[in-house]
């Protein structure tokens, strides 16, 4: 038994380890339905929704009734002395009795209250601002872990790169070393080899962290586990064919920009506690009822049945501001300098938008024209790479040849890698502007 226990811990040890060790590969789609659903960001402005939406619920409730259980009890410790003149004679009563007790039930409930009335719409507003805050934290969030995946994919590009030239040092490195045994080169050249694959595993090395480094920035947005193995699909240039397509400007509307829709919100929320400070000004009415028990008595008689007496009442209250020491007229001042400020904040929240729009389409353009520009200099360049070895390999070029050729091949793919992706995150920043993210 106790053979069989250690072999089934063995077995389970096996299974949880791989499947720690098993890699979780994801498209740009997976990854933003998991940062949609798992990142805290997201999880604490879906929670906001829920408490705006309770919030209200205690705004409406102070249109029904309120019904409260009341109850009070006295104990007189000295009791009032009243002196009455009684035929020229001054007699003292004491009044009252020791023990008093009232108790029953109380009821009020607004009939006329312009302010209530007006403040269940700012909660309203409240709830639809919420809202839309947490469709801007969706924003937010996808722009971020858009542009994380995309640097994903420019991190692996280049350490592919690098890679590759360090693959190509060692190789040539190798086709020296034998023909500088055979006597064929010089000891020059393998020194010379030897260096440029010296040079070339730095540049690997720090590529292949830049990766790993760009890995747990995107796992830290998703809200996964940053212990766990991940990767990305794909490549840059997967993306290459959209990069043609046209933005004209005067098409483009700022109509789904959450930020401008947050401050509309704002405005109309301001608006109505605007008038919620003039409707002080307005007469209130409320309704007050109540059913009670009283009991007054001395020691030993409190607890009588005869000594509880019940009443009830009904009745209308009117209330008639007059005059408050311009504290009112005060508040209304505040309110419209409130929205005042609210609209120039929007207005100018707005033209920095469009200068945005117009910086993000300028570098879309710009990246596209440095993209075609460098793909055709990756073409050349590769072509120089190509003749520049075949020189080396028929004795009429040398290795520094090839090392010159090959950096300006490795610029010129970085380059075109570095434009698409200054293409890409200019885009997902403008669809931001615009609120065209779909989820």
């Known amino acids: 038994m106790r053979r069989f226990l250690l072999m089934l811990g063995f077995a389970v040890a096996a299974l949880t380890v791989s499947a720690q060790e098993e890699k979780l590969v994801l498209s740009l789609e997976q990854a933003l339905e998991i940062a949609l659903s798992e990142n805290p960001t997201i999880k604490i402005a879906d929670q906001q929704i829920e408490i705006k939406r309770y919030a209200k619920q205690g705004t409406y409730a102070s249109l029904y009734p309120q019904i409260d259980a009341t109850a009070s009890y006295q104990r007189v410790i000295k009791k009032q002395t009243m002196s009455m003149d009684f035929g020229g004679q001054t007699q003292t009563i004491k009044v009252g009795s020791d023990n008093s007790f009232n108790g029953g039930i109380a009821l009020g409930m607004p009939v006329v209250n312009a302010q209530l009335w007006e403040s269940l719409k700012v909660s309203a507003l409240d709830v639809e ?87 747990w920035q995107l796992k830290a947005l998703l809200g996964i586990d940053l212990q766990r193995d991940i990767d990305v699909t794909g490549s840059l240039m997967d993306y290459v064919h959209i990069m043609d397509r046209g933005y004209d400007i005067s098409q483009l509307s700022l109509e789904n920009n959450s930020t401008l829709k947050q401050l509309d919100m704002q405005e109309d929320m301001l608006n109505h506690a605007l008038r919620i400070t003039k409707f002080a000004n307005i007469p209130s009415l409320s309704l007050n009822a109540a059913y009670l028990y009283t009991a007054l008595g001395n020691d030993g008689k409190f607890f009588k049945k005869e000594a509880w007496n019940p009443y009830s009442y009904a009745g209308l209250q009117l209330n008639i501001p007059i005059f408050a020491g311009n504290k009112r007229r005060a508040a209304t001042r505040e309110a419209n300098l409130n929205l005042q400020n609210l609209q120039l904040q929007r ?13 993000y389409l300028n570098n879309m353009q710009s990246s596209v024209k440095k993209y075609h520009a460098s793909a055709a200099t990756v073409d050349q360049a590769q072509r120089g790479y190509d003749i520049a070895v075949k020189r080396y390999d028929v004795g009429r070029g040398t290795l520094v040849d090839i090392d010159n050729s090959q950096v300006a091949l490795v610029q010129a793919e970085m380059s075109r890698n570095q434009s698409v992706y200054n293409f890409l995150t200019a885009k997902v920043s403008l669809d931001k502007v615009l609120g065209d993210f779909d989820f």
């Open 347 to 359: 207005e100018n929240v707005e033209r920095q938008l469009r200068v945005g729009i117009v910086q």
């Open 129 to 215: 601002l919420a809202v839309e805050q947490a469709r801007s934290s969706r924003i937010d969030m996808v722009e971020q872990v858009t542009k994380a995946y995309y640097g994903v994919l420019l991190a692996k590009e280049s350490y592919n790169l690098f890679q590759r030239v360090y693959d190509n040092a060692v190789n040539n490195n190798e086709v020296v070393k034998k023909r500088f045994d055979v006597g064929s080169v010089s000891e020059y050249d393998l020194i010379t080899s030897n260096v440029s694959v010296q040079n070339a595993q730095p540049n690997m090395i720090e590529a292949e962290y830049t990766v790993v480094l760009a890995l």
